[in-house]
């Protein structure tokens, strides 16, 4: 099986017109071509999730200094 994936702009205007995405996959098996939508994958990098999400200023040495204080007090 040999695959590519493709900018839809490369398609005739005829096949353009049938994605709604903005790249296809074009695959070949058998004789057989198929163009089957790529969908964007999400970054699920991008913004802070968790706990912290809502504190920006809250970096990772910042956090790791609460975290021994609050285990200095512990003791």
């Known amino acids: 099986m040999n695959a590519s994936v ?3 702009n490369a398609l005739p ?3 353009h017109r ?3 995405t903005d790249k296809v ?3 070949e098996l058998d004789g057989v071509v198929q163009v089957e939508p790529v969908k964007e994958e999400i970054d699920c ?3 802070l999730r968790g706990m912290l999400a ?6 990772v040495d910042n956090f790791l200094a ?3 204080a609050d ?3 512990d003791l």
């Open 71 to 73: 285990a200095e007090l």
């Open 6 to 8: 493709i900018e839809i």
């Open 18 to 20: 049938l994605f709604s």
């Open 66 to 68: 609460r975290m021994r």
């Open 13 to 15: 205007e005829f096949l």
């Open 45 to 47: 990098t991008i913004g």
């Open 54 to 59: 809502d504190y920006p200023e809250m970096s």
């Open 25 to 27: 996959r074009v695959s």
